[in-house]
Every structure is written in C-alpha cells, then in structure tokens.
C-alpha cells in the first residue's frame, strides 16, 4: 500500500510539472501579443505603414526597416514606464523583498496607467459596458482584460486619423498630376509614375521622416 502511495505521488508530481510546463508555454506565446497590444508599437507600426503607402513607394522602405523603427521607437516612448517597472516590481522581487504575486499587482499599475492615458472614455466604457460591470469612479480599478481591448482600438482610432492627415500633401499631388495629364490628352500615361517623383521630392525636402516621427512621439506625451 505504502508503494502505490509513493507511485501516486510520483504521478502526480510529474502531471503538475507537465502542466506547469504547458502553462510556461503559453505564457511564452501571449508575450509577443501583450507588448504589441499594450505599448506604443502598435500606433507606430500602423503610422508608418501609411506613410509608406501615401508615398507610394511599394515595399521601400521593406517592412524589416519599419519593424525595426517601430520596435526601437516603442521602446524610446515606453523606457520611462518599464524603468518604473524595473525599480519597484522587478528588482524588490528579485531581492525577495516581495512576493511574485506583489511584484505583478505592482507591475500592472504603470502600464495600465500609460494605457489609460491614452485610451478614450468612450472606448473603456464599451468594454465595461459588454462585460455587464459597472463604470468605476477611479478608471484604475479597471482590469488590464478591460482596459487593454479599449486601447487597442483607441490606438488603431488615432494611428487611423495621423495616417489620414499623412495622406492629404500626397493626394493632392495625385490630383493636380493627374489632372495635368487629363489636360493634355495624356490618358494612356499612369499618373502614378509621374507624381511618384514629386511627392518623393517634397518629402525629402520637408524631412518628412523627421515631421513623422516628431508627430508621433509627441502624440504620447
């Protein structure tokens, strides 16, 4: 009897290892996910891309470049919020002045603060709204379930209205090329090929990767 015991227990100590195992795994897979959907990478990314797109230069500069702008420009905007998170979850729990459990209550305040900074009023109270809570009087006492789906839309909203505003220089000179062309009696050339020049002109004579990322870094603060 005293055998099967010890085997039971041997069981299931390796069941509990293969489920923490299995429970690491998925963690590992949603890191990915949390840092895209939780820090400034995802405005970054898509501003970019529509300024790739409005300058109509196909895949230059390639998507490698802007993943790696994006990633180093999130980076420069979040520093502030992760040093904070270094010194007063990271480094206390690592010195075993707290919990592990302590340490993420800990971590989890200046991020959502970051989030809420950003998100609309109308976007958490969507979220609140379809879980069936009520709207808290202090938006921190929301949970990072409600609070990061909010500022993922409120970041795609406002990525979505900077591209908008990147593309007005870019469509008029679509427009008067294009006109021009009609004009003339130009049907067969494609307008695109004549303007493609010119807006690269402007572009590069108002330093507009300058203007872009100066624009997008202070939408943040």
Same mark, same amino acid.
């Given at each position: 009897?005293?055998?099967?015991?010890?085997?039971?227990?041997?069981?299931?100590?390796?069941?509990?290892?293969?489920?923490?195992?299995?429970?690491?795994? %998925?963690?590992?897979?949603?890191?990915?996910?949390?840092?895209?959907?939780?820090?400034?990478?995802?405005?970054?990314?898509?501003?970019?891309? %529509?300024?790739?797109?409005?300058?109509?230069?196909?895949?230059s500069p390639p998507n490698q470049v802007?993943?790696?702008?994006?990633?180093?420009?999130?980076?420069?905007?979040?520093?502030?919020?992760?040093?904070?998170?270094?010194?007063?979850?990271?480094?206390?729990?690592?010195?075993?002045?707290?919990?592990?459990?302590?340490?993420?209550?800990?971590?989890?305040?200046?991020?959502?603060?970051?989030?809420?900074?950003?998100?609309?009023?109308?976007?958490?109270?969507?979220?609140?709204?379809?879980?069936?809570?009520d709207f808290p009087e202090d938006p921190?006492?929301?949970?990072?379930?409600?609070?990061?789906?909010?500022?993922?839309?409120?970041?795609?909203?406002?990525?979505?209205?900077?591209?908008?505003?990147?593309?007005?220089? %870019?469509?008029?000179?679509?427009?008067?090329?294009?006109?021009?062309?009609?004009?003339?009696?130009?049907?067969m050339l494609s307008p695109v090929m004549?303007?493609?020049?010119?807006?690269?002109?402007?572009?590069?004579?108002?330093?507009?990767?300058?203007?872009?990322?100066?624009?997008?870094?202070?939408? %943040?603060?």
């Open positions: 009897m005293t055998e099967n015991l010890v085997d039971a227990l041997a069981l299931t100590n390796d069941t509990s290892e293969v489920v923490n195992l299995y429970l690491l795994l %998925f963690l590992i897979a949603l890191i990915p996910s949390f840092l895209v959907l939780t820090t400034s990478f995802t405005r970054t990314i898509i501003v970019l891309s %529509f300024t790739r797109n409005a300058l109509g230069t196909q895949q802007l993943i790696g702008l994006a990633l180093f420009l999130s980076v420069f905007v979040m520093r502030p919020v992760y040093q904070e998170v270094n010194e007063q979850a990271l480094q206390p729990m690592l010195a075993g002045e707290i919990t592990r459990e302590e340490s993420l209550d800990i971590a989890e305040e200046p991020i959502k603060t970051f989030m809420l900074e950003q998100t609309r009023t109308t976007d958490l109270e969507l979220f609140v709204q379809l879980s069936g809570d921190e006492d929301l949970s990072l379930f409600t609070v990061i789906p909010a500022f993922a839309i409120s970041e795609l909203r406002t990525a979505f209205t900077i591209g908008f505003l990147i593309f007005i220089p %870019f469509l008029v000179i679509d427009i008067v090329v294009a006109s021009i062309l009609m004009s003339m009696g130009m049907f004549i303007s493609l020049p010119f807006k690269l002109l402007l572009f590069v004579m108002v330093d507009g990767w300058y203007l872009v990322v100066e624009s997008l870094i202070g939408s %943040f603060y």
